[in-house]
């Protein structure tokens, strides 16, 4: 099979580190063009692939030129947030598949269009969720399609990570964050933990998610953050700014299978970084921050002796006997760079699904679904909390698009 | 100062227990009147007694006997969630202070009678919630107090415990629990953990919750566990009950103050015990399962290197900094059997304050308050999520009760 011909767009920090650890190295890929509306994006974009012996890129300083670009065969969006969608949609109009980095939507039609534009065009388009691919959660799902957990009935996640740093200094001048966090209040950041747990509750294919509601604490911790950088320094003047976003934001969805699943933005606090990630059935328990399985009749200490510390890292056993096939490969192939491996996963799956014409594992009905929390999240915030229908974008199809019926 | 004389009223396995490790070991108590409807356990209440060098308690089958009786200075109400409320009213009717175990109201108005009785009739009623004198719940209250979280954003708990077998197969016949499981659908039990979140964040001192909501997953978890029971085995004839309490409940409240509480009933799945203790703020953050510490600056690895294995336990160091006075004299003195010592200290907390005539720890304000979430869920839920307004029980005077303002 020949390679893949790519276009990317954006090669901002995230864009040109990418680039770097997995899509200048994939050996089924050729970079044909690049596009940033800085020059010298472009040109260190050029060296890294000349590093790995390609030949020079065309280089764009619009998105819209690179898409049109005969010698482009798919495209992929590492772009800001604002973005995503609209150049998603104009490569599917231009009759190329494409890949979107993670983001929320701005708004629900724009989800629809999205789906929309998929459907007429036969083009397919992915979320690059890397999380999906996260060794641990391709553990769930592997013990999930085996039936340990029995009946799958609550899952959580979140997006712990600290970004005080990031979003109040900038990188290279503000970050595009800093107006979100500004100006608005939700769960900006969803796909990360619930792409995989929607892979694993099958949303989509024999689940849905009927409806949602958010709730946010206060905005304090950007302020404080800030009020205590140096005089002077860069950030040290929004110790006044009033911020909107919520520094926790817990976001409830509720499954037409009965599950739950909790999703928590959680960005401008201290803490260490974690995805949450908890898998709740009727026979098994999974949890990321203390890396414990529970089973049903495992071997525990009794109630009154019992202690966490117990089952801390006790997930190792599990690997031994539940790792997927994906990552046993992987792993006895030699792990790639970029977020523990998963970016080459990710990427990967995209290029081969493209090449041998197959379904996309992430599809369009997955990246609006997961898109759509953010604004979703929104709406309920600003009613106080109240939850808000979730809109079904397969139009009915999710029932029958896989043949089992999973909640048995 | 002469010994509180106390009526101890319900002897069942909580209260035989509480008997036994706590009550008459206690050296400022006498136990003078006890009350059951089974004579068998009254006579077992008095052995115990007798153990511990004390004269025999005159033995009531009802209740409201004992709460008349003039030898009794006090009651203390170990029976099942329903007499609760009554039982306290009666008690500060006939004059006497009260306190009662845990548990959640059965409507709003029972809430509202007892916080106008014990107004009316000048007696304290206290909830002897013993989670609020955990070693590490009052480590936190110490860090917060000394202002080591900063600005406090979020908290979260929760009752995590794997309740099937004693929901199912029941203690000397059907448990109490068994009803409430299968015909109601709430947050059955929100004192632990929400009692000392409610003390860390100042409710009804400064704070007061405005709002709360619930969410509920399917319930899966007991009828899977006695489908799997031998047949003919006490919990085997429930499976094919249809319970109405789902297995996860996902409470959120908003305070006035602009924080966030998470709270989970988590009882029908299988996992090991938790409290899911975690606490938010600017400057640090306190997470029970990982027993692990955050504060600003301290030393962490690059994030690239970041693993949660790296602060599990880290909570260690912290207890040398910041352990609770009271924890330190107890672990000095002895800490005494009860849930790992917590029953201990609630109860001498309650027997001294009503000797030396000084406000309750926990009072009929906060009593009232947490048991209404109970009651404040099921109606949330029954209306899809929707959040309900939660009663100010102090009708403003949480506005006052302390001089200094919380939120600076």
């Known amino acids: 099979m020949e390679k893949l011909n790519i276009g990317l767009v954006g090669l901002g920090q995230r864009g040109s580190l990418y680039l770097q650890d ?15 509306r800085l020059a010298e994006r472009r040109a260190a974009a050029a060296a890294t692939l000349a590093k790995y012996g390609s030949p020079a890129p065309r280089e764009f300083a619009e998105a819209s030129d690179l898409i049109a670009a005969p010698e482009v065969d798919a495209v992929v969006v590492i772009s800001g947030w604002y973005s995503h969608i609209p150049l998603a949609i104009e490569a599917m109009r231009a009759g190329k598949p494409v890949a979107v980095e993670v983001g929320g939507a701005l708004s629900i039609e724009q989800c629809w269009r999205l789906v929309e534009t998929s459907r007429a065009t036969g083009q397919p388009c992915m979320m690059l969720e890397n999380c999906c691919y996260g060794r641990l959660e391709m553990l769930a799902m592997n013990m999930a399609e085996q039936g340990v957990f029995g009946e799958l009935v609550h899952c959580a996640g979140g997006y712990h990570h600290d970004l005080r740093p990031e979003i109040l200094r900038g990188v290279e001048g503000d970050h595009y964050r800093l107006a979100h966090y500004f100006y608005r209040n939700c769960e900006n950041y969803p796909t990360h933990e619930f792409g995989p747990i929607a892979q694993i509750l099958k949303i989509n294919r024999g689940n849905r998610i009927l409806s949602l509601l958010s709730v946010a604490s206060k905005a304090a911790g950007l302020r404080d953050y800030a009020a205590r950088l140096e005089p002077g320094t860069p950030g040290a003047d929004k110790a006044n700014w009033r911020f909107n976003q919520g520094d926790i934001v817990t976001t409830v969805l509720k499954c037409s299978g009965g599950e739950t699943v909790t999703l928590t933005l959680d960005t401008t606090l201290p803490r ?38 117990h089952c801390w890292g006790n997930v190792k056993e599990f690997y031994e006997r539940y790792e997927h096939p994906v990552w046993e490969r992987y792993l006895r192939e030699g792990v790639k760079a970029g977020h523990d491996g998963m970016d080459w996963l990710v990427f990967d799956d995209f290029v081969q699904a493209v090449r041998e014409g197959r379904p996309l594992p992430i599809d369009v009905y997955d990246t609006a679904t997961w898109m759509a929390v953010t604004i979703l999240s929104e709406d309920s915030l600003a009613l106080g909390g109240q939850p808000v229908a979730f809109p079904d974008f397969t139009e009915g199809e999710w029932m029958t698009r896989e043949r089992k019926l999973i909640w048995i």
Chains 1, 2 share one sequence.
């Open 22 to 36: 997995v899509i200048a190295q994939h050996p089924d890929v050729a970079v044909v063009a690049v596009a940033d």
């Open 272 to 309: 260490g970084y974690s995805r949450g990630f908890t898998v709740r059935g009727t026979r098994a328990a999974l949890f990321e921050d203390t890396q414990s399985v529970f089973i049903d009749g495992m071997d525990m200490p009794p109630e009154a002796e019992f202690d966490w510390s």
